[in-house]
Structures are given as C-alpha cells and as structure tokens.
C-alpha cells in the first residue's frame, strides 16, 4: 500500500513551452501533498506543499507564477512549469503525506 | 536554523564492513528524523525513523543513533551489501507529525564494493 505515482517519468521540451505533471496517491487519500526539485548530485528542495482545495504554499525564493500547483482532489496533484527554460531542468519528485511521506518516482524534465 | 548538515558526502565500505553517516541540526523545534535511500533515477523511500525520546532505533540492519544533547543522529548500516549502494539521505521534521515539511540534508553516495 501508499504507492504515489508521476506521469510522466521524463519529458524534453522547447524554451518557451510549458509542462504539467501530474503526482498521483494510488491506494490512500493525501490532504497534503509536496513537491520537492532535485538537480544532479544534490539535495532534495521542497517548492512547494499542496493541500486539497486550498492555494499551495510556496518555499522562499520559488516562483508561483512560474510553478503553478493544482491540488484538485485528495489523489491528485499536478505541477506545471509554465514557459519553461533549460535551467529548469531538473528531476521532479513529489510525495503524499499519510502517516509519514511517500515519495513519488520522479519525473526528469529535460527543456531544449 | 532550518538546516541539516550531512557527513561524510560519499562512503565507499566494502561488503560486510559497517557504514556509518552522521547528521547534526540547529533548530530544536526538530521532532522526528527520518532516513531516506535513493537509488538513481528514483524517488526516495523510507529506511528508518526516530523521534528523540528514544536515543537508538533498530530495524534489521539499519539502527539511528540519535543524540538529543548534541543534536546529532546518525545511521548504520551493518554487513553492508553491494544492493546497499544508493544516496541516503537524513532529514527532520517539526510539529509533532511524521509527515511535516521536510529538511534534508546533503546526502551521502554510498558504495559498497563485492
């Protein structure tokens, strides 16, 4: 039980394009979900946390505008990088809170 | 205040030796201490977690020792294995829950050679 799923597992896109991905709790309902941005060899770094039916909070220093977050229902949260650059490229991870966090796989974003 | 410093950044043991990787935080607010290992290309999971009123958790080979005074708390993995070599990481957490916002720390790459 508590698996969280992402969709996709990678995307490459173009400057200027934006992505959604999507953070799926499986088998539980999550009131709170997070986001977190991990680039190679480092650290994970929270964005963002997501509660259902509320606005997300944003981490100091992330852009709203540019990482807008959705958390429409207790299973779903999506995260869209709105006219995305190379520099955020990164790997994508978010979790669902339960009795402790479960992580999602990741999703690689690649931008050209 | 809300960091959590990690050591040593990579560990190479061989199998069967015993790997140890420490962590140490300022803010004492901090209620719950998690480890996460993460191999590449994945998301983290779940190892191991201590509150501290507890000073040593053991699960199989994974035991947290957890030092309220020093506010420090390290993991060890004994008769590490090859299967073993990912990026673990130490977190905490405040506010009496165990599935708060979360602070990591740096990381350590752990290899463990046959």
């Known amino acids: 039980g508590a698996v969280v799923s992402q969709h996709p597992s990678w995307v490459i896109c173009k400057s200027g394009t934006s992505v959604k991905i999507e953070c799926r709790s499986l088998?539980?309902?999550?009131?709170?979900m997070f986001w977190y941005r991990q680039f190679p060899k480092q650290s994970l770094m929270l964005m963002a946390t997501?509660?259902?039916?509320?606005?997300?909070?944003?981490e100091q220093g992330v852009e709203k505008d540019k990482f807008l977050i959705n958390h429409a229902s207790l299973t779903l949260s999506t995260l869209t990088v709105t006219s995305a650059h190379p520099e955020d490229s990164s790997f994508y991870i978010c979790s669902a809170a339960l009795h402790e966090q479960f992580f999602g796989p990741g999703t690689r974003l690649t931008v050209l | 205040q809300q960091q959590v410093k990690q050591s040593p950044q990579s560990l190479i043991v061989q199998k069967g030796g015993i790997s140890i990787i420490n962590c140490a935080y300022e803010n004492t607010a901090f209620d719950y201490f998690p480890w996460y290992q993460q191999f590449p290309g994945k998301g983290p999971a779940l190892l191991i977690a201590?509150?501290?009123?507890?000073s040593e958790k053991k699960e199989g080979r994974f035991t947290i020792s957890f030092n309220k005074s020093a506010k420090q708390f390290s993991l060890h993995i004994m008769d590490s294995q090859p299967g073993d070599s990912a990026t673990y990481f130490c977190?905490?957490?405040?506010?009496?829950?165990?599935?708060?916002?979360?602070?990591f720390g740096q990381g350590t790459i752990l290899t463990v050679h046959p």
């Open positions: 977190a905490a957490t405040a506010g009496g829950t165990s599935y708060g916002k979360l602070t």
């Open positions: 997501s509660n259902e039916g509320s606005k997300a909070t944003y």
């Open positions: 088998d539980f309902q999550a009131t709170t």
């Open positions: 201590i509150r501290p009123d507890v």
